[in-house]
C-alpha cells in the first residue's frame, strides 16, 4: 500500500513540474526550461503593454462549463478569454467609444473568431456597455 501511494505520489510530483509556456521579451512564446520558440504571440505579456481590436462576449450557454484554465466559467465575475496571455493576467479593457473601463482576469482561451482579441464575461461587457452592439472596439491593458 505504501509503495502504492508513492508512485501516486511520484506522479502527481512529476506533472506538476512540467514544462509550460512563458513570454520572452521579443515577443514570442517559448516553453521554460528548454528556451524552444513555440510560435509568434500575438501581444507582449509585459505589464502597462496595451493593445487594441474588438472584443466580444461569451453566450449564456457557457455559464457553468469548464473553462481552458479548469475553472467553472460565471457569467457573473469579470473574467475573459485570450490566445496567449497566461491565465491569471489581470487587464484593464476600456470600451473605445464610450472610455468605461473594467478589469478582468484571463482564465480561458478565445476567442477563435478573426479580427477579434478578446472575449469577455456578460458581467465584464455589460460593465462597458457593449451587450446591444455585441462586439466592441476595446483598449486592453495588462495591469497584472
Known amino acids: 500500500m505504501k509503495l502504492v501511494m508513492l508512485w501516486i505520489l511520484i506522479g502527481v510530483l512529476s506533472v ?6 512563458r513570454f520572452s521579451s521579443e515577443n514570442n512564446m517559448t516553453e521554460s526550461g528548454t528556451g524552444k520558440s513555440v510560435k509568434k504571440s500575438e501581444v507582449k505579456a509585459e505589464i502597462g503593454y496595451i493593445f487594441k481590436g ?19 466559467f ?6 475573459a478569454a ?4 497566461a491565465f491569471g493576467t489581470k487587464c484593464k479593457v476600456t470600451n473605445i467609444k464610450n472610455k468605461k473601463s473594467v478589469i478582468v482576469i484571463i482564465n480561458d482561451r478565445g476567442p477563435f473568431i478573426k479580427g477579434r482579441v478578446i472575449d469577455l464575461s456578460k458581467s465584464a461587457a455589460i460593465e462597458i ?12 491593458e495588462i495591469i497584472e
Open 16 to 21: 506538476s513540474c512540467t514544462t509550460a509556456i
Open 54 to 72: 474588438k472584443a466580444s462576449y461569451y453566450a449564456d450557454k457557457y455559464d457553468g462549463r469548464k473553462t481552458a484554465s479548469g475553472e467553472i
Open 74 to 79: 460565471n457569467q457573473s465575475e469579470f473574467t
Open 82 to 85: 485570450h490566445r496567449t496571455l
Open 129 to 140: 456597455d457593449m451587450i446591444k452592439q455585441g462586439v466592441a472596439e476595446v483598449e486592453v
